[in-house]
């Protein structure tokens, strides 16, 4: 393995692991990162800020303050906030009496803020998760389909090949994109619905390069040897023919797996994937591109960059397993 493809694997796994250990690593670890500060709304990166922290009936608040000031163990918070009590007198002072309920704290947002005030940083490291979770299960959805009909378009006799070949063409013939907005508009929006979608539309390949290796394999001796010894054909697929087929099987899921995030990040683009307030890298995009045309390009790139960064390593992986398999090299 050279140095350029370790690289690429090591940023890999450090992707993989960030979206791993999001509930350690984000800032905010609420539901879906929602935590939202108005005050703080598309702060810039790095954005620094003061957060009050109080309880109340049993329940816990975070507000956004920009000055306060302690005196005789009474907390003055200056900010247009609803208060908990109001000091008489104090038209815009908002006074909390029970200072053990109550604390400062800083806050960071690392990569800015959205529209609503939500930490990015946070946001995306769930979007990161969301993403790969959507791209590792639809693969796994369409490489179980397309070996169970590339097993049986390769074994299954001439009438069952040319009927799975016509239901491998028809599908094909239709743009992948397309026929995902069809089964999205049947079954409905929602995150496992987009799985399912991404899923049964990407078994074709699959299907096509398991049945071309499994007609190949039919021709080897020990194939033919194995049947000729009684063996039943259970027994020689599962023992003789699928490990021959793992290595171009690996290549073409990893593309697929690439692919299913792409999907997964234009649909949410659109409004057709997971749907707010969950994030993902797409919807995370379409919340944010618009910053760009106010010169805040970096904030609104951000996500784009992750999304590009984490397919060109798959796709690098990809072809690097497929020289690994390949027989001229």
């Known amino acids: ?13 450090s992707i993989i692991l960030a979206a791993i250990s999001a509930d350690y690593l984000a800032t905010d670890t609420s539901t879906h990162a929602n935590q939202q500060f108005i005050n703080t709304a598309n702060a810039p990166i790095g954005y620094q800020t003061q957060l009050i922290h109080y309880v109340a009936s049993d329940q816990e608040y975070q507000k956004t303050v920009y000055w306060y000031e302690q005196q005789d163990s009474t907390l003055y918070l200056v900010e247009d906030m609803i208060p908990l009590y109001r000091y008489p007198g104090w038209r815009d002072t908002l006074v909390i009496s029970d200072i053990h309920s109550v604390y400062a704290k800083s806050r960071t947002f690392y990569l800015g803020t959205d529209a609503f005030g ?22 796994l959805l369409s490489a179980v389909i397309g070996v ?30 397309l026929l995902v907005f ?31 290796q499994i007609l190949s394999l039919k021709q080897e001796n020990y194939v033919a040897f194995a049947k000729m010894s009684g063996t039943p054909m259970w027994r020689v697929v599962r023992h003789h023919i699928l490990p021959n087929i793992l290595g171009p099987l690996f290549v073409i899921l990893t593309a697929n797996f690439a692919m299913a ?16 307030p969950a994030p993902s890298l ?48």
């Open 261 to 276: 995030i792409l999907l997964e990040a234009g649909l949410s683009f659109l409004g057709f994937g997971v749907q707010p």
């Open 182 to 212: 069809v089964v999205l508009i049947a079954v409905g929006r929602g995150l496992w619905n987009v799985v399912f979608a991404i899923g049964i539309t990407m078994w074709v390949e699959v299907a096509r390069v398991v049945r071309g």
């Open 1 to 13: 393995m050279s140095w350029y493809i370790r690289i690429i694997f090591i940023l890999l796994c």
């Open 118 to 139: 939500r930490s990015l940083y946070s946001r995306l490291l769930y979007g990161l998760r969301i993403s790969l979770v959507v791209g590792l299960i639809s693969v």
């Open 282 to 329: 797409g919807n995370i995009l379409s919340e944010n591109y618009g910053l760009a045309l106010s010169g805040r390009v970096g904030i609104a790139l951000i996500p784009a960059l992750i999304i590009m960064i984490l397919v060109f390593c798959i796709n690098v992986l990809g072809n690097h397993l497929r020289d690994v398999n390949d027989v001229r090299y």
């Open 148 to 177: 169970i009909m590339g097993l049986l378009a390769g074994l299954g006799g001439r009438w069952v090949d040319e009927i799975v070949m016509f239901l491998v063409n028809s599908v094909w013939s239709i743009p992948t994109l």
